[in-house]
């Protein structure tokens, strides 16, 4: 059954990357890479004006010079010391560029990894973004759609401005959807490392970049080799030849790269590009001796027969491999710098080619004919890549293919998987809402669960709150995985289930929660015990209610007319726990001032309570007699009655 859906699909990574080929945006963008390299070492380091009648898009470019003469005037020799990555986290200025991406760095420490940046990239794009212009130009592109771009050195700029871009519009608007962005990047170097690319996948950033990367081109793959082997002096040599006219004047001397140093320069890329696509272990790359770089976002690559376009990174590793080692073993003589400055040609042609395309080999179609449609999009895509049916590498490639698209299959297709197991876990969650109906005329089944009240009810709704707990992880773990769409987290279906999961059973967390004394040993749920998947849950429907203009606040945009199925607010039972505490407290304070700042938040706490019921935005098990909430209520007035006597007596 699995291989028959296997075959059943499409390969559709090459008429992707034609689709993309065909559209103006490349050619627009590679125009504002000219611009911006025209314009020389003295500038402001972009470039930017808009796509000339693609509805006001802004186009903003980078120009690598800067970065490159900077590291040619010291002439420093270790790539180690170029290239080497940059922690996020223990860097205070680029933590503040990144704000997003610095907070995700306990997550990743815990990991076993840090977030890290390649230090030449980090250290040029945070120059630029102190400059007036930078600051100026972010002023004026807000609220518009913005394509950030560069080539080489200066596609890694963008990419880190298009971050940057990302983070500041997603702090100053959390609850908005995200910005019009897009990166296009040509010929960039890498420019993180695995712990950056998970961060960017887990904001959902991923699908925001995009890496034009011809077959033969060395500068995208250079950071798989390890840095300490790099020769910097023949990459920077190469990367200045791009503006002879001005380095000029700048004392930099530029030499071309010799036969012997291109022949070794590709062979050493090669070779531990090979070992990074074999292999396919991301863990710790730098306790092999290896680098710790690895690509996110979108890969296109480019060969004169057209692009294909894979977003998978593990694929996109692999892809790199293959495109440059059957280039290469036709006997490709084209110099290194020709192949880096290759993209002009490349965006103008690939559209005439599109439009010329010819068919498989005619071996190929009967091959493919034989088994599916499948395969037959396979050998369309290889040949796409420019891998050719008689290259070595061409049964590696397809294998891997096929193996990309079981291994990350369709998010679409992932997604309707996940539809059919929601169902099957609709029994568990039926099972809870009878056991909260089973304790609404009584103490709630907040209350019961909390005290285990009639066990075997007790035992039953425990398992199903484990097992509901067991799927929502396993989806947030594809998510994470990009194993589902990337608007998944705003489809109205998954963010209305997992509201409603959340409301049904984070309660019965916090009653596990508190009956655990987790409370005492380990401090309050809401800030040392709420599951992080909670917390995204409340993200994706604050979120729904800024994307489609509704309220989905804690207070509802229309007055009920009868109490709520479920209490609106998932913590409501945490924030009793804490007033239960607070009023304990504040019965045995004798200091006045301690007595009246304790008194000070009780208030707040029973006015934002009274809202609630008052507005019906809570469940009826809320005011069950012997519910929690019911009973503080008696215990606040008995307190308030003791403050008034004891202020009555001082007069």
Known sequence: MEDAEENSMFETSHVLGALLASSPLLAHAWDRCAAAAAMGAASSGFAHGDG???????????????????????????????????????????????????????????????????????????????????????????????????????????????????????????CSPSPPVLCVTFGSPLIGNRALSRAILRERWGGNFCNVVSQHDVVPRLLFCPLDAIPVRVIIGMQLQQWPGHTHNTGVMTTRVVDAEQDGLRQLIQAHVRTVAMEQKLVDPESRGGSPYRPFGAYVLCSPEGAVCVDNSTAAVQMLYATFAACYARGNTTSLEAAHSCYGDLVLKMPQNLLLKRRPHAMDVLASMSNSNYDAGISLAMEASGIGSEAMEATTTRYWLKASKRAGRSPSLNCAGLSTRLGRITPCRAQVEWYKASFDGDMGYYDAFKQRRSPKKFNMADMCRIKLGQFWDGVLAMLDNSQLPHDFHRRAKWVNAARFYQLLVEPLDIADYHRKNFHKTRGGYITHGRDSRYELFDKWWKEKGAFTGTSTGDTAATARSKYAGLTQDPCFWARVEEAWDQTESAQAEQDVAMLAMKLGRLREFERYARELVESKEVSIDVLAPQSSYTRWVEEWKKLLLRDEARTASLF
């Open 52 to 174: 000339g009648g693609d509805g006001g898009t802004v186009y903003v470019a980078f120009s690598g010079l800067q970065a490159a003469l900077s590291v040619a005037r010291p002439a420093v020799a270790s790539g180690a010391d170029v290239f080497a990555p940059v922690g996020l986290a223990g860097d205070a200025t680029g933590a503040r560029a990144f704000p997003q991406l610095a907070a995700a760095e306990p997550d990743a420490a815990a990991a076993g990894e840090r977030i890290a940046v390649q230090a030449l990239a980090l250290r040029c794009f945070l120059k630029l973004c102190g400059s007036p212009e930078f600051q100026m130009l972010l002023n004026q592109i807000q609220g518009k759609a913005v394509v950030f771009t560069g080539h080489s050195l200066g596609g890694a700029i963008a990419a880190l401005a298009a971050l940057h871009y990302l983070c500041i519009s997603s702090l100053s608007s959390p």
